[in-house]
């Protein structure tokens, strides 16, 4: 059977902890942050999980199959 390839793109975007929760940054803090409130973008600097079904399919394409 031939190799998963692993994603340039998902290895940008995500990280897997050593717990093996995967972690993402959040949306929505690239431009127009003018009109944006302080808090909101306060909110939106820290990093956040990914969760539900999604996990494995992203430990998928990140290259570790736990």
Known sequence: ???QKN????????????SGKVKRGH???RHLLS??????K???RQG????GKQVKTVKVLV????
Do not use: C, H, I, W
């Open 7 to 18: 994603s340039s793109a998902a290895k940008k975007r995500f990280r897997v902890t050593p």
């Open 63 to 66: 290259g570790n199959q736990d």
């Open 27 to 29: 949306q929505n803090k």
């Open 1 to 3: 059977m031939p190799k």
């Open 42 to 44: 306060r909110v939106l």
């Open 48 to 51: 956040a999980y990914v969760e």
């Open 35 to 40: 009109t944006k409130e302080t808090g909101r």
